[in-house]
């Protein structure tokens, strides 16, 4: 009979300590993963926006309803249906596309 103060230690199952392992190596991928996803976010958010103007200037008469930012111009929609594509620095009109 064995003594209660001492109880005996069993050898684990083979099966039980590959579950073991496997639970940790995945628990450890995903916190790797977590901590991937967390950096690549914050490098991607905190990269240079695009520079923005204060104020757009339009030809008097029309009134814009979306607008659009590119390389080196913007694209102003305006309510009377035409594209403008202005200068960003002098806010002069490049060019006009009537939309049908």
């Known amino acids: 009979m064995t003594d209660p103060s001492k109880p005996e ?15 940790t190596t ?11 996803v967390v950096s690549l976010l914050v490098i991607r958010l905190s990269a240079d926006s695009p520079k923005l103007p204060g104020k757009i200037t339009l030809p008097a008469g029309t009134t814009a309803q979306a607008v659009t930012f590119g ?5 102003v929609v305006t309510t009377d249906n035409q ?6 620095e002098s806010h002069a009109v490049r060019q006009t596309f009537d939309i049908k």
């Open 9 to 23: 230690i069993q050898d684990e199952p083979p099966q039980l300590k590959f579950l073991r392992r496997l639970v």
């Open 26 to 36: 995945l628990t450890v991928v995903m916190i790797g993963g977590l901590v991937l």
């Open 71 to 75: 390389s080196g111009w913007i694209a």
């Open 83 to 88: 594209i403008l594509i202005l200068d960003p």
